[in-house]
Nanobody, 119 residues
Framework: QVQLVESGGGLVQAGGSLRLSCAAS????????MSWHRQAPGKQRELVAV???????NYADSVKGRFTISRDNAKNTVYLQMNSLKPEDTAVYYC?????????????WGQGTQVTVSS
């Protein structure tokens, strides 16, 4: 079984910080990319940040300068450090990985973790 398990969500006040983690487990040959996405009620799911196997990163304009994505290849884990949180950041955050599993590429999603920022 291959799965992504997220953790670290919760309730924080505006201006606070949270660190999300997503660990991939199973018969994984390699991970090409990992990313974080979020979806607020009534809105489309949007890409927040992405990191390649080599460490290259890209961010949505709305989170640049506040969020940082990182990756520990040895642990098959991706992190999202979220600082200076705003109420607009409230959403369910999902981890994604494009992975080779027994030689076949596939798209894998985590179950989502709720982040709520109060004003």
């Amino acid at each position: 079984q291959v799965q992504l398990v997220e953790s670290g969500g919760g309730l924080v006040q505006a201006g606070g910080s949270l660190r999300l983690s997503c660990a991939a487990s199973g018969r994984i040959s390699s991970i090409n990319f990992m990313s974080w996405h979020r979806q607020a009620p009534g809105k489309q799911r949007e890409l927040v940040a992405v990191i390649s196997n080599g460490g290259s990163t890209n961010y949505a304009d709305s989170v640049k300068g506040r969020f940082t994505i990182s990756r520990d290849n040895a642990k098959n884990t991706v992190y999202l450090q979220m600082n200076s949180l705003k109420p607009e950041d409230t959403a369910v955050y999902y981890c994604y990985a494009n992975m080779l599993v027994r030689g076949y590429p596939g798209d894998y999603w985590g179950q989502g973790t709720q982040v709520t920022v109060s004003s």
